[in-house]
């Protein structure tokens, strides 16, 4: 029997990227900070001249599954780590833009074969949103590991 699971060594070769959306950057920002500090302390190479990790910017959560897509079939990334914080108190459109982020993102990952992590937060507050981005907990931390694990489970895995 061969069981597969991701493992949290031996990262070296792993290539990654991150989508993060700038609406509610005060949000997304942290847990983009979260999700590099987990990154960084699993070995990732996660400085400016990074051949491991790049990032791109997007409006907001609606474009994140077309940026992930061109990400995802590039070829270049074995996993692809999504993030953006939508508020409902703030979004008369919060349903439709939380519908097309989350069905978006599941299907870059399936039709791409690629992992990509969700990682958009959908609270009803702002305080909410900010209590998962680091004044409780920072979630970025969470999808970062997320990521490494399928990235690194994919790996093991046959094609
Ligand atoms: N985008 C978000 O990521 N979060 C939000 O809370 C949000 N609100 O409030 O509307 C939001 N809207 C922008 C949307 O993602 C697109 O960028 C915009 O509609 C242009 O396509």
Not at 46 to 54: G, I, K, R
Not at 83 to 110: M, Q
């Amino acid at each position: 029997m061969t069981v597969f699971e991701g493992r949290f060594t031996d990262l070296s070769g792993l290539r990654l990227a991150v989508v993060v959306a700038r609406f509610n950057d005060l949000v997304t920002a942290k847990l983009l900070s979260g999700c590099l500090d987990c990154l960084s302390r699993h070995g990732v190479d996660v400085s400016e001249t990074s051949a491991q990790l790049d990032q791109a910017w997007v409006p907001g959560s609606f474009e994140i599954p077309l940026v992930a897509k061109r990400l995802a079939t590039s070829g270049r990334y074995d996993v692809v780590i999504t993030l953006g914080a939508v508020i409902r108190g703030d979004t008369p459109h919060f349903d439709v833009v939380v519908a097309e982020a989350s069905k978006g993102v599941a299907t870059v990952s399936r039709e791409s074969g690629v992992p990509v992590i969700f990682g958009v937060l959908t609270t009803d507050t702002m305080q909410q949103a900010l209590e998962r981005a680091g004044i409780k907990n920072n979630l970025g931390w969470s999808y970062a590991l997320e990521a490494l694990e399928m990235g690194s489970l994919m790996r093991a895995m046959p094609s």
